[in-house]
């Protein structure tokens, strides 16, 4: 009888801007906080951007798929998957570019990897075990990119809206929801959805003690 290889468990989650992806992240996070967990946002991996002007870094459409940095993701999920640190980079929403600074990523047994367009490429969907899709109305989504751009990153309403006819709402139209059809999971109500979260955790810690992961089921056993 063959001993599969322990391997962390890497879930996707994604859904258009303001649509709970994140929220979704953070609860399943917080029932798994007694276990080796980490999320990875895409938004860390958009383009460096230093040698642009300020002007054309302003005009870059940031919900194009050509506005991240897939190869880095990719190659740094693929290190994590091996047990292996990364330097996960940093974004600076203020200068519109990658910051020089990074962050020393230990690997865990579970990957969250969160954003707009992680289902876009095959090659990083074909690294996650489940791929989560946040359903959310337009009009919710405006209204929470709307609460947390001019709380959060000091943008004003004018920009905001400017933004989401322009690029937001056509690139999700365009690139965001056609990969809804390679999701396993569609979450409708984002982080409201207590009983989609629930399954998703409890699948989570299946896969995790299927691969030997002995300290999940000593964690999992002690929780029932």
């Known amino acids: 009888m063959s001993i599969q290889k322990k391997r962390p468990v ?3 989650i ?3 801007s303001g649509s709970g992806k994140t929220t979704v992240a953070r609860k399943i996070f917080d029932q798994l906080s007694n276990f080796s967990i980490t ?4 938004d860390s ?3 460096d951007q230093t040698n642009m002007s300020m ?7 940031y919900d194009h798929p050509m506005a991240f940095d897939f190869n880095l993701l990719i190659d740094q999920i693929k290190h994590l998957l091996n ?4 330097e996960k980079p940093v974004y600076d929403y203020s200068q519109f570019t990658r910051s020089k600074q ?4 230990e690997p865990r047994d579970v990957i969250i990897l969160e954003g707009i367009l992680i289902l876009d490429d095959e090659r990083l969907r074909d690294l996650m075990d489940i791929k989560v899709f946040v359903d959310t109305d337009d009009d919710i989504r405006l209204i929470r990119r709307i609460e947390r751009d001019t709380k959060d990153r000091g943008r004003s309403l004018d920009n905001i809206i400017h933004q989401y006819l322009k690029t937001v709402k056509p690139m999700y139209h365009q690139f965001v929801e056609p990969t809804k059809r390679y999701a396993d999971l569609i979450v409708p109500e984002g982080g409201e959805n207590q009983v989609a ?3 998703l955790t409890t699948k989570m810690r299946s896969i995790l003690m299927q691969r030997g992961n002995k300290e999940i089921k000593n964690n999992f056993d002690s929780t029932i």
């Open 10 to 12: 890497v879930i996707g």
């Open 102 to 105: 990074t962050i020393r990523q």
């Open 83 to 86: 047990y292996e640190a990364i």
């Open 197 to 199: 979260i629930d399954l």
């Open 39 to 42: 999320i990875i946002q895409q």
């Open 14 to 16: 994604t859904g258009g």
């Open 55 to 61: 002007a054309d870094r302003k005009s870059v459409n």
């Open 45 to 47: 991996y958009y383009n």
